[in-house]
């Protein structure tokens, strides 16, 4: 062997999906797209690259580390999409602007972001998601929180909690608080990656009275049903975060309705790693996953900087994160058998290719077999592939 043979890579971040995940990926996804169109959304593909200026409105500055880029033949900045909520606003408020609203959309698309690759993470990876663009109000929300418990259910999972929050909650403390933005940052960054250790430590040396910092230091241990709402109510003296207690209340009863409320409950130190949000958010969880299956909430100002002043909310659910949840919980997709082999002996290919022609045209999956075999063999192969039938054509 020589010495510079040449060994192929994929990048780091990037991973094969063969056969059967990817005959999984495609049976989720499809089931996904069923149910979003059953209730009323319409799929949008957008191009996998844009400029720069476009993709990183409203993500915030920190995104720009984590967005792959690269240069057009104009030496323009692109970059690979790192979600579809930027670039649906985008299509919203520029080809779609003049149509009906509520807009409601849906996308299946590959997204990309530098992160710290792990199982369930790669920097590029699959979402199916919902955008509701033009409502305002607890109704818009309610419908997408119920849409991603339902999506969750439609992949197959049954043991998940879909927990809420409210980015004004945060916000009227912080401003309570009389912090310095730069320290308000540094708050959320150890409230994004729930560093209880690095919060206490920046609240130690912020300067705040010995009760703000319990009332900051608390933030992260308020989930649970709707006691807790009242619970923290009774802790904040802004009406920026009661308006935000009130906001989730108010989704809460409309999700009654929907019948999902058992698998929903609240978290009010959930702060997602996009700036665009300014009301509710979600994120959902499930059992052995130290990450969201699904992340989401309402962003009403991002239309605003495409030209267009509506509110917007929607979530997405990481597809790989499903299977992965699946694959863990002992939860399988059930992938089609193969039906149908056709085997021959010598000579007798052509109406071998008939045969299997005829199957096909009757829907059944077959495979046709590309050289002669004895049919011993040919049922050997058969039986050890998993076919239905096998049709020998002697
Ligand atoms: N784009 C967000 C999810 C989302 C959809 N709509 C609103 N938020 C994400 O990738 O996490």
Redesign the pocket.
């Given at each position: 062997m020589s010495k510079n043979q040449f060994v192929p890579q994929i990048p780091y971040g990037t991973r094969d999906l063969l056969l059967r995940e990817a005959k999984q990926k495609r049976i989720v996804e499809g089931s996904l797209a069923e149910l979003f169109s059953r209730w009323g959304y319409d799929e949008v593909v957008t191009p996998t690259f844009e400029y720069i200026e476009t993709l990183t409105v409203g993500t915030g500055s920190d995104m720009h580390q984590h967005v792959f880029k690269f240069f057009d033949n104009n030496n323009r900045i692109l970059v690979l999409k790192p979600?579809?909520?930027t670039p649906i606003a985008r299509v919203a408020a520029t080809r779609l602007k003049d149509g009906p609203l509520p807009l409601r959309l849906f996308y299946l698309t590959n997204?990309f972001r530098h992160e710290q690759a792990q199982a369930g993470r790669q920097c590029e990876f699959y979402?199916a998601?919902v955008?509701l663009l033009g409502a305002p109000g607890p109704a818009a929300d309610a419908e997408v929180v119920a849409l991603a418990v339902e999506t969750m259910l439609e992949s197959g999972l049954a043991n998940f909690q879909v927990s809420l929050g409210q980015v004004d909650f945060i916000n009227g403390l912080m401003a309570e608080s009389g912090l310095t933005p730069q320290c308000q940052q540094q708050i959320k960054c150890a409230m994004v990656s729930r560093d209880l250790v690095g919060l206490g430590e920046i609240l130690a040396t912020s300067g705040l009275t010995r009760g703000a910092q319990a009332l900051l230091q608390q933030i992260p241990l308020l989930h649970g049903q709707e006691e807790m709402l009242n619970k923290a109510c009774r802790l904040v003296n802004n009406d920026l975060s009661r308006r935000a207690l009130d906001n989730l209340a108010d989704i809460r009863r409309l999700l009654a309705g929907y019948g999902v409320d058992r698998y929903v409950n609240f978290d009010l130190g959930i702060i997602?790693d996009?700036d665009y949000y300014t009301g509710m958010v979600l994120e959902g969880y499930t059992p052995g996953l130290g990450f969201p299956l699904c992340?989401?909430?309402r962003?009403d100002k991002m239309l605003a900087s495409f030209g267009v002043d509506n509110p917007a909310t929607?979530?997405?659910l990481g597809i790989e994160r499903v299977l992965l949840a699946m694959e863990r919980q002992g939860i399988s997709v059930s992938v089609p058998a193969p039906e149908v082999y056709i085997a021959w002996a010598e000579g007798r290919l052509s109406p071998a290719i008939e045969a299997a022609q005829q199957c096909r045209k009757d829907g059944r999956r077959t495979k046709l077999a590309l050289a002669p075999a004895a049919r011993d063999k040919a049922e050997l192969l058969a039986s050890a592939s998993g076919y239905e039938e096998l049709i020998y054509i002697e």
């Open positions: 979600d579809m909520t997204v979402q998601g955008e997602r996009f992340g989401g909430g962003y929607g979530f997405a």
